[in-house]
T-cell receptor
């Protein structure tokens, strides 16, 4: 069975500070990993994805994530957050021939001035 | 349009009422998904279409839920005799790939509230 754990329900960070969101996954084969962002009243927007190759992936809006197979983790980072980064972030896992995605419960990010 | 479009954006239904939620995927996208997102939770898979064929409906919570995509483009998710536990955001996503994982593009969702 596949599953995703996002240990932090809510994170508050100051504008300009760095941000790291944790994601741990369980998947029986080679995982495809995704980070999505959801702003209030909006759908999910893909920030970045990892399928294979370089374990450090760059995404949109200045985000990056690192795949660590030994730790079953895919943590999301941003060096300097902007007020517009306040949103809910979801990590998801699937497989190459597995069209379903399993999502974590999400981490809400609040940015304070 | 350029993205996945869902309508209505908001729906309030009385318990026992039937509802129909519409999804217009990105033109030409072969794959279409429905997900259910309960308050404070991540999306949960409901069903998957490849063109007009419903290949996976393993996530549908009960036989009150029914989805169709008769011409391989627009899809409708129907919920019969709605219950309070059906209150959630229903997300539709489409993908250009068939049967394998790639980037899925999500719509804004329909927020269903059953009163």
């Amino acid at each position: 069975a596949q599953s995703v754990t996002q240990p932090d329900i809510h994170i508050t960070v100051s504008e300009g500070a760095s941000l790291e969101l944790r994601c741990n996954y369980s998947y029986g084969a080679t995982p495809y990993l995704f980070w999505y962002v959801q702003s209030p009243g909006q759908g999910l927007q893909l920030l970045l994805k990892y399928f294979s190759g370089d374990t450090l992936v760059q995404g949109i809006k200045g985000f990056e994530a690192e795949f660590k197979r030994s730790q079953s983790s895919f943590n999301l980072r941003k060096p300097s957050v902007h007020w517009s980064d306040a949103a809910e972030y979801f990590c998801a896992v699937g497989g190459r021939n597995d069209y379903k995605l399993s999502f974590g419960a999400g981490t809400t990010v609040t940015v304070r001035a | 349009g350029a993205g996945v479009s869902q309508s209505p954006r908001y729906k309030v239904a009385k318990r026992g009422q039937d509802v129909a939620l519409r999804c217009d995927p990105i033109s030409g996208h072969v794959s279409l998904f429905w997900y259910q997102q309960a308050l404070g939770q991540g999306p949960e898979f409901l069903t998957y279409f490849q063109n007009e064929a419903q290949l996976d409906k393993s996530g549908l919570p009960s036989d009150r839920f029914f989805a169709e995509r008769p011409e391989g483009s627009v899809s409708t998710l129907k919920i019969q005799r709605t219950q309070q536990e059906d209150s959630a955001v229903y997300l539709c996503a489409s993908s250009p790939a068939a049967g394998r994982n790639t980037e899925a593009f999500f719509g804004q969702g329909t927020r269903l509230t059953v009163v």
